[in-house]
T-cell receptor, first 112, second 111 residues
């Protein structure tokens, strides 16, 4: 357990509404990541952060934005949710020194 | 060609069998090789971590890397029903801090 929590764990929302998912870590890791996981596609990187206010895009960043104002929190925002963003979202941290990633429990998002 | 490819399965085996899970990759810069286990409706958990070529053993699990053929394997000995999960491979290049995950192989171990 790398001390990663995600909130909410489940959310149902409607198309066009904004949604923010939160990832919180307790161990001061520098790198944090947001992935989405869909059948047939596996885990795909949305955005990642390498420090406070330092973020970069992953392979599926369109329609998503992120913010990191504190080391422990990494927020993922869907400005205007679409049905194609129905997915399971995982947050992860990178353990420096071993280059291994540890994942949170996931957020199941349904956009109707 | 995808950077990382895995057979999605499902792979069904009887309890006690030796299981071989495989992954191929295309980027010769990959030096770190990780295997994750993911139970249904849970987050992936790190199972094995290997650097460069060779074998690494941890209990019933053995990870094998053949960089010359860009092929990585995970062997599970004396498989148990509790091993039923999806197994994801994830190679990475040093210093990139970005990881490419295979789509996962679903394993079912039948009691």
């Amino acid at each position: 357990d790398a001390g990663i929590t995600q909130s909410p764990r489940h959310k149902v929302t409607e198309t066009g509404t904004p949604v923010t998912l939160r990832c919180h870590q307790t161990e001061n890791h520098r790198y944090m990541y947001w992935y989405r996981q869909d059948p047939g596609h596996g885990l795909r990187l949305i955005h990642y952060s390498y420090g406070v206010k330092d973020t970069d895009k992953g392979e599926v960043s369109d329609g998503y934005s992120v913010s990191r104002s504190k080391t422990e929190d990494f927020l993922l925002t869907l400005e205007s949710a679409t049905s194609s963003q129905t997915s399971v979202y995982f947050c992860a941290i990178n353990e420096e020194g071993t280059d291994t990633q540890y994942f949170g429990p996931g957020t199941r998002l349904t956009v109707l | 060609q995808k950077e990382v490819e895995q057979d999605p399965g499902p792979l069904s085996v009887p309890e006690g069998a030796i299981v071989s899970l495989n992954c191929t990759y295309s980027n010769s810069a990959f030096q770190y090789f990780m295997w994750y286990r993911q139970y249904s409706r849970k987050g992936p958990e790190l199972l094995m971590y290997t650097y460069s070529s060779g074998n690494k053993e941890d209990g019933r699990f053995t990870a094998q890397v053949d960089k010359s053929s860009k092929y990585i394997s995970l062997f599970i000995r004396d498989s148990q029903p509790s091993d039923s999960a999806t197994y994801l491979c994830a190679p990475a290049a040093s210093g990139t801090y970005k990881y490419i995950f295979g789509t996962g192989t679903r394993l079912k171990v039948l009691a």
